[in-house]
């Protein structure tokens, strides 16, 4: 390669990254500077009326696991920070569980209707992400009160004698999670599935294996990576979920995302507000890193 051609490519270089430099600074200034304003903030005392006191502590960091009696001064275990923290876990993982369960089979049967059809049943799958998330959140509520639909269809049928207590009950943020997030596990779920040789269950067939084998040894194996990435898009935005648990919650069952909100509300304490969003982001990352780890090791396998 001759001085010319290599100047021309540094030169060609040098352009490329002056023409993102503009974006590049906005990305930097709206995502890293945020996160590092939390991030010192999670190392200060916190100020008697909110904000921040600019000195030193680990007070934040501290009060996540551990609480002051105020009787004693001793600590002793935050009780509803812990509480709060398997609830989110808990939930988010079988609001995980339920939209795969709900989602496969959803996302086989788009997949496997003719190409024309498909496109109306993914218009229908995605006919929830045009209505805000709140108004989709208030029509469950609607759904699962004591005098909503749920209620009233199965008084009528006989199937209960009083109405269901749903309403501001772990149960209904599940119910609630899952109509929201389900849409997340069918869009993967059918990408892999639509790249599914079809003839793979002939040979299975002809082999004279099971449904249950085929489903366990041939289908799920070849589609896992939809089932991870729908897995991820479920439980990293149900775990930080805080309008959903707010309203069917009711402000009673709490999970991290409405604790955090409490901390920099009423709560006035900053510092335990910061330090609780960037252990949310430790956790949310853990799985992000487990999910390309388990990707990585698909591709090395394939």
């Known amino acids: 390669m001759s001085p010319a051609e290599e100047d021309q490519i540094k030169q060609s270089a040098r352009n490329g990254w002056l023409l993102s430099a503009p974006a590049l600074f906005v990305l930097t200034v709206a995502a890293v500077g945020p996160l590092v304003i939390i991030l010192l903030y999670s190392f200060l005392e916190a100020g008697k009326h909110g904000n921040v006191v600019w000195n030193f502590s680990l007070e934040g960091w501290q009060s996540i696991l551990w609480t002051k009696d105020i009787f004693t001064d001793s600590y002793v275990w935050a009780d509803a920070h812990l509480t709060i923290f398997w609830r989110s876990v808990k939930l988010s993982f079988m609001t995980t569980i339920f939209a795969f369960l709900v989602g496969f089979p959803t996302a086989w049967f788009i997949a496997t209707r003719p190409p024309k059809a498909r496109a109306f049943w ?105 089932i991870i990435a729908g897995s991820i898009l479920v439980f990293v935005p149900s775990l930080g979920a805080y309008v959903t648990p707010r309203v069917l919650g009711g402000g009673k069952q709490m999970m991290i995302g409405n604790l955090i909100e409490l901390q920099f509300g009423q709560g006035k304490n900053w510092p335990l507000g910061a330090a609780l969003s960037l252990t949310l982001l430790l956790i949310v990352t853990a799985a992000l890193l487990y999910y390309v780890k388990v990707a990585n090791g698909e591709k090395s396998h394939g």
């Open 122 to 226: 993914l218009f229908l799958i995605t006919i929830p992400f045009w209505t805000n998330l709140l108004i989709r959140t208030y029509a469950i509520n609607e759904v699962i009160r004591a005098q909503g639909l749920l209620n009233t269809i199965l008084m009528k049928i006989g199937a209960i004698s009083k109405p269901l207590e749903l309403v501001y009950t772990d149960t209904a943020i599940f119910i609630g999670m899952t109509y929201v997030y389900l849409p997340l596990m069918v869009l993967p779920l059918f990408a892999a599935i639509d790249r599914f040789d079809m003839r793979l269950l002939e040979a299975g067939y002809d082999l004279y294996a099971s449904r249950w084998d085929i489903l366990r040894r041939i289908i799920l194996p070849i589609v896992k990576p939809g």
